[in-house]
């Protein structure tokens, strides 16, 4: 495993460009609401940490994975400078998974490609819930800090 044994959400803040003035918006899926909570608690908490102002971090939750392409599409018109989704999907005893991120991962695609706002894909896609734990502020960090500090130098872009 690639991330194994590591801890991907340490960051220097001072290398990062400056954010005054920008707003970016969180999707959080509601669905394993545990995990994706943490997440968003992690962005929310690097983005203020990095220079944000808490009024131009605007939050919206959608009930599950699948709507978060929705809610991306939406917050884009909100005059946003990123869009950061936070999910998190774990497999189950049939296909549903693989039907839920394909299309997921397929439709933040198509937004990177077809809109000029960047969309930052923070979901999951784990074997287990253990595996999501460790990656949502367990062992391997917080990929919700990694989605802020991704969000910052594309907005810088």
């Given at each position: 495993m690639a991330t194994e044994n590591k801890n991907l959400s340490t960051y220097d803040k001072d290398s990062l460009p400056s954010v005054v003035g920008k707003r970016v918006g969180i999707i959080t899926s509601q669905w394993n609401g545990q995990i994706t909570n943490n997440m968003r608690?992690?962005?929310?908490?690097?983005?203020?940490?990095?220079?944000?102002?808490?009024?131009?971090?605007?939050?919206?939750?959608?009930?599950?994975?699948?709507?978060?392409?929705?809610?991306?599409?939406?917050?884009?018109?909100?005059?946003?400078?990123?869009?950061?989704?936070?999910?998190?999907?774990?497999q189950g005893e049939t296909k549903h998974f693989d039907f839920v991120c394909q299309g997921v991962t397929y439709g933040i695609a198509h937004l990177n490609a077809t809109q000029d706002i960047p969309?930052?894909?923070?979901?999951?896609?784990?074997?287990?819930?253990?595996?999501?734990?460790?990656r949502s502020g367990g062992k391997h960090g917080n990929k919700g800090i990694e989605a802020a500090i991704t969000a910052i130098q594309m907005i810088d872009l």
């Open positions: 608690k992690g962005a929310v908490d690097t983005l203020l940490d990095c220079g944000f102002s808490p009024e131009n971090i605007i939050e919206w939750s959608v009930p599950g994975a699948f709507e978060l392409v929705n809610g991306a599409k939406r917050m884009i018109e909100e005059a946003v400078d990123a869009v950061i989704v936070i999910g998190c999907v774990i969309v930052i894909f923070c979901v999951l896609t784990d074997n287990t819930l253990q595996q999501s734990i460790d």
